[in-house]
């Protein structure tokens, strides 16, 4: 198995350390009012209110971490303070499933938001310089269409890990290798700079191979009206199903598998 990426630059789901120039926040005390975002109360340290624009510009900080906050919306008052320089911020472990206040951070390069009750239906914003994106242990079900979804709010991913998630199949939550395969050479095919994908880095075989199984002209080809792809293509479905529409509609010629 290979390494993650740098972890000083990408740090993923482990907390930072503080002289890493990480803003942490802290709700052991004071309150703020949020009504836009439809919470009645959100804790928020009042170190963190403190800070001004020019700190920050000093510090040239450009984290933040709102983990462990048992928070349901990203607060507008987080929003309008950071938004216009933040580039990393981790979301992990909350109650989170409105991902919409994340289009105002334009800068945003990386998004850690693992273990939130994130699904397939949740709204995530166009993010067209996100290259990190970390979903792990959330509620993602289904990939189609959630991965077409991803991919037109964020085209440029370079490193994407949904592990932990019902739509991504392995030995832990009970996929076969096969499925497993399918998902990753499909995930792979959508995603044209993408570099990791969970735990492992994207071969150039596994490149020239997810082209050749789930390129979409062929797709839209062979989804004709009677055709068990035509359902597929216009509605969510669990991978399970895909895969063995997939493997039903390609056969298994002479015991060989398809992906190898």
């Given amino acids: 198995m290979e390494d993650f990426p740098d972890k000083e630059k990408y740090p993923f789901s482990v907390p930072p350390k503080h002289d890493e120039g990480i803003i942490a926040v802290d709700v052991s005390s004071n309150v703020i009012v949020d009504s836009v975002t439809a919470m009645e109360q959100t804790a928020i340290s009042s170190n963190l209110i403190g800070v001004t624009e020019s700190t920050c510009e000093e510090e040239e900080s450009t984290k933040l971490t709102l983990a462990y906050e048992r928070l349901y919306e990203i607060p507008r008052t987080i929003v309008e303070k950071f938004c216009n320089y933040i580039q990393y911020l981790d979301i992990s472990h909350n109650k989170i499933t409105n991902l919409e206040p994340l289009v105002h951070f334009k800068h945003l390069t990386s998004l850690i938001a693992d273990d939130n009750p994130v699904t397939e239906n949740s709204f995530l914003p166009p993010l067209p310089r996100l290259q990190l994106l970390w979903l792990n242990y959330?509620?993602?079900?289904?990939?189609?269409?959630?991965v077409g979804k991803l991919k037109e709010s964020c085209p440029n991913l370079q490193y994407l890990s949904l592990m932990g998630?019902?739509?991504?199949?392995?030995?832990?939550n009970g996929g076969t290798f096969y499925e497993y395969l399918q998902y990753r050479l499909f995930i792979i095919s959508q995603f044209q700079y993408l570099n990791h994908l969970d735990d492992r880095k994207v071969t150039e075989d596994q490149r020239e191979e997810s082209q050749r199984l789930y390129k979409r002209p062929f797709l839209q080809r062979i989804a004709r009206p009677n055709n068990g792809l035509s359902h597929l293509m216009n509605s969510s479905v669990s991978w399970s199903n895909l895969q063995s529409?997939?493997?039903?509609?390609?056969?298994?010629?002479?015991?060989?598998?398809?992906?190898?």
Avoid at 165 to 172: E, G, I, L, Q, R
């Fill in 138 to 146: 959330c509620k993602i079900g289904s990939l189609y269409p959630w």
């Fill in 245 to 260: 529409k997939l493997t039903s509609l390609w056969g298994n010629k002479q015991g060989r598998n398809l992906l190898i």
């Fill in 165 to 172: 998630n019902p739509a991504a199949p392995s030995y832990f």
